[in-house]
């Protein structure tokens, strides 16, 4: 790795003068596009790296489809349901004024049984509540109360979820006891569910395949074992308080607009823009050096991407120390062997449901093919490394909601599809490249079952695996959502704060405080932090 002390060979140097770095970010997702957004409007000169042609990282609109050029995809994140929460950095940085608009999803999720039962549940709770009381009035009771703990709990830990993890201020530590008291009667409820696993959770609270099953598709995408204690949070019930939207066009309209506000502040985003290392010297990070061999220098440094890949590949972590290095070695990313599969697709029509009584709206948001019985044995099967026959199947249609996302005049859809527990390692020496379009032809026959005709529909698709999503261990949540890794833990306790041991370097997004997810959170109290301010104070 280049120091300071010895200048880099076969690089351009870029030095200061009037036109001096103040920050670099290194990555373009939304949280270092958040982060980049708040410096610029405090003055600072930034400069933004992303080493893809388009900035967003898992939040991005793009065609990916080579059959059909004018669809749309949502290639990563899609939900937006934290940015719902006040003060909302769509708010703070006033995103509409570069173009973001959004969409409200109803209902917030549906299952769909294998016997043709369809359980949507409304953003209106009663509503909800009266969908449940049909297969169970118990089971009705026992969601309203669920629900109303966890959004409850939710409320009253905002105000340490929105500031510092470690340098909590008096005045937040004064709101959290004051909504404490307030909903004390349900944190005891909540504490509960929060330290439990997804398993013991639904097992305990509710009778019926079908309310199990809705809630369990969503808590099975945190990528940990739905076993595992600490895990027991499920986010539909929150959505109840604050709301299911997407922005207009795609999640790529939200990271647009972050970098066309920081432009606008006299900011800098740079695309295609690969770093190659950070330089070190004396004790403190000083510049990059790309891939093209461009050197940039700035008082301070800000990673935007995955703690291993920005401590251990763009920085030799022989200048850590011993104990950092250790916390990294132990940090646990993808240990459990579960992933991501996700297939984007081209349709000529609507998909049907022939069976199962309910319209579009019982579809559009997130629908559950598969019985939680199935999602936990695929998920033991993909820590063993194996695919199930018979896979537990997530899909969305988002353009039933936004047909921005379709050429003009098209009559076909966009299919969003996620199965349920995927490996990031094959048992006998298979090869995600090779069964990639296997795994997509055997979730499309599951989708077949429940709406007979739709493989006849499909135009192409673009499939990811495993291998595909850039981050350490393929991990889109860069470090594992473990209750030993969240708070002032997160993503290590050295770590914790944003702050690295390296002077001048810090570290944002899904892998810091407070936890991933399409919210801005992590990037903005990083900018408020490097620049001295207090934490954010939550208004929710």
């Given at each position: 790795?280049?120091?300071?002390?010895?200048?880099?060979?076969?690089?351009?140097?870029?030095?200061?003068?009037?036109?001096?770095?103040?920050?670099?970010?290194?990555?373009?997702?939304?949280?270092?596009?958040?982060?980049?957004?708040?410096?610029?409007?405090?003055?600072?000169?930034?400069?933004?790296?992303?080493?893809?042609?388009?900035?967003?990282?898992?939040?991005?609109s793009?065609?990916?489809?080579?059959?059909?050029?004018g669809?749309?995809?949502?290639?990563?994140?899609?939900?937006?349901i934290?940015?719902?929460?006040a003060?909302?950095?769509?708010d703070?940085?006033?995103?509409?004024?570069y173009g973001?608009?959004?969409?409200?999803?109803?209902?917030?999720?549906?299952?769909?049984?294998?016997?043709?039962?369809?359980?949507?549940?409304?953003?209106?709770?009663?509503?909800?509540?009266?969908?449940?009381?049909?297969f169970?009035?118990?089971?009705?009771?026992?969601?309203?109360?669920?629900?109303?703990a966890?959004?409850?709990?939710?409320?009253?830990?905002?105000?340490?979820?929105?500031?510092?993890?470690?340098?909590?201020?008096?005045?937040?530590?004064?709101?959290?006891?004051?909504?404490?008291?307030?909903?004390r009667?349900?944190?005891?409820?909540?504490?509960?569910?929060?330290?439990?696993?997804t398993?013991?959770?639904?097992?305990?609270?509710?009778e019926?395949?079908?309310?199990r099953?809705?809630?369990?598709?969503?808590?099975?995408?945190?990528?940990?074992?739905?076993?595992?204690?600490?895990?027991?949070?499920?986010?539909?019930?929150?959505?109840?308080?604050?709301?299911?939207?997407?922005?207009?066009?795609?999640?790529?309209?939200?990271?647009?607009?972050?970098?066309?506000?920081?432009?606008?502040?006299?900011g800098?985003v740079?695309?295609?823009?690969?770093v190659?290392?950070?330089?070190?010297?004396?004790?403190?990070?000083?510049?990059?050096?790309?891939?093209?061999?461009?050197?940039?220098?700035?008082?301070?440094?800000?990673?935007a991407?995955?703690?291993?890949?920005?401590?251990?590949?763009?920085?030799?972590?022989?200048?850590?120390?011993?104990?950092?290095?250790?916390?990294?070695?132990?940090?646990?990313?993808?240990?459990?062997?579960?992933?991501?599969?996700?297939?984007?697709?081209?349709?000529?029509?609507?998909?049907?449901?022939?069976n199962?009584?309910?319209?579009d709206?019982?579809?559009?948001?997130?629908?559950?093919?598969?019985?939680f019985?199935?999602?936990?044995l695929?998920?033991?099967?993909?820590?063993?490394?194996?695919?199930?026959?018979?896979?537990?199947?997530?899909?969305?249609?988002?353009t039933?909601?936004?047909?921005?996302?379709?050429?003009?005049?098209?009559?076909?859809?966009?299919?969003?599809?996620?199965p349920?527990?995927t490996?990031?390692k094959?048992?006998?020496?298979?090869?995600?490249?090779?069964?990639?379009?296997?795994?997509?032809?055997?979730?499309?026959?599951?989708?077949?079952?429940?709406?007979p005709?739709?493989?006849?529909?499909?135009?192409?698709?673009?499939?990811?695996?495993?291998?595909?999503?850039?981050?350490?261990?393929?991990?889109?949540y860069?470090v594992?959502?473990?209750?030993?890794?969240f708070?002032?833990?997160?993503?290590?306790?050295?770590?914790?704060?944003?702050?690295?041991?390296?002077?001048?370097?810090?570290?944002?997004?899904?892998?810091?405080?407070?936890?991933?997810?399409?919210?801005?959170?992590?990037?903005?109290?990083?900018?408020?932090?490097?620049?001295?301010?207090?934490a954010?104070?939550?208004?929710?």
């Amino acid at each position: 790795m280049a120091t300071l002390d010895r200048k880099p060979t076969n690089v351009t140097w870029s030095s200061g003068g009037s036109g001096s770095i103040d920050t670099i970010v290194i990555g373009g997702g939304h949280n270092g596009l958040t982060c980049a957004a708040y410096l610029a409007r405090a003055g600072k000169r930034v400069v933004v790296l992303e080493a893809l042609p388009t900035v967003g990282g898992y939040c991005t609109s793009e065609a990916t489809v080579a059959e059909a050029p004018g669809f749309l995809m949502n290639t990563g994140g899609i939900d937006h349901i934290f940015t719902n929460i006040a003060p909302s950095v769509v708010d703070d940085l006033r995103l509409a004024r570069y173009g973001l608009r959004y969409v409200d999803i109803d209902p917030l999720a549906s299952y769909l049984g294998p016997d043709g039962a369809c359980l949507p549940l409304w953003r209106d709770l009663d509503r909800a509540c009266t969908e449940i009381a049909r297969f169970s009035p118990k089971d009705a009771r026992r969601y309203r109360e669920f629900s109303t703990a966890l959004a409850d709990a939710i409320h009253v830990l905002t105000p340490y979820m929105l500031g510092h993890p470690t340098r909590v201020r008096p005045s937040d530590v004064a709101r959290v006891l004051g909504r404490a008291a307030k909903h004390r009667r349900s944190l005891g409820t909540a504490l509960r569910i929060l330290m439990s696993s997804t398993t013991a959770v639904l097992d305990e609270w509710f009778e019926r395949e079908e309310v199990r099953s809705a809630l369990g598709a969503y808590t099975s995408f945190t990528l940990t074992p739905i076993d595992a204690p600490g895990v027991g949070l499920t986010l539909v019930p929150i959505m109840h308080r604050w709301g299911l939207r997407r922005p207009v066009g795609g999640s790529g309209a939200f990271t647009s607009a972050l970098a066309d506000c920081i432009r606008s502040h006299g900011g800098e985003v740079r695309t295609g823009a690969p770093v190659r290392e950070i330089v070190v010297g004396h004790g403190r990070a000083q510049a990059v050096v790309l891939e093209s061999g461009e050197t940039l220098h700035a008082e301070h440094i800000v990673g935007a991407l995955d703690p291993a890949t920005l401590l251990t590949k763009l920085l030799d972590p022989a200048l850590l120390p011993s104990k950092v290095q250790g916390e990294l070695r132990g940090m646990q990313v993808g240990e459990h062997n579960l992933s991501c599969f996700k297939a984007d697709i081209a349709l000529r029509g609507r998909p049907r449901f022939p069976n199962h009584g309910g319209g579009d709206e019982a579809v559009v948001a997130q629908a559950m093919l598969a019985t939680f019985s199935d999602v936990k044995l695929a998920t033991h099967q993909a820590m063993a490394g194996e695919l199930p026959d018979n896979p537990p199947v997530t899909l969305w249609t988002p353009t039933v909601f936004d047909r921005g996302l379709l050429p003009p005049g098209s009559t076909g859809d966009s299919l969003y599809l996620y199965p349920i527990a995927t490996p990031r390692k094959l048992s006998g020496g298979r090869d995600w490249k090779v069964e990639k379009q296997r795994y997509l032809d055997r979730c499309l026959d599951v989708v077949e079952q429940y709406a007979p005709g739709t493989k006849d529909l499909v135009i192409g698709a673009n499939i990811r695996g495993p291998e595909d999503f850039g981050s350490h261990n393929g991990h889109i949540y860069h470090v594992d959502m473990l209750p030993w890794q969240f708070g002032p833990w997160r993503p290590t306790p050295s770590l914790s704060g944003y702050r690295t041991p390296i002077e001048g370097l810090w570290h944002t997004a899904a892998g810091a405080h407070p936890v991933g997810g399409l919210a801005g959170w992590s990037g903005r109290t990083t900018a408020r932090t490097l620049l001295g301010k207090p934490a954010m104070i939550t208004t929710a």
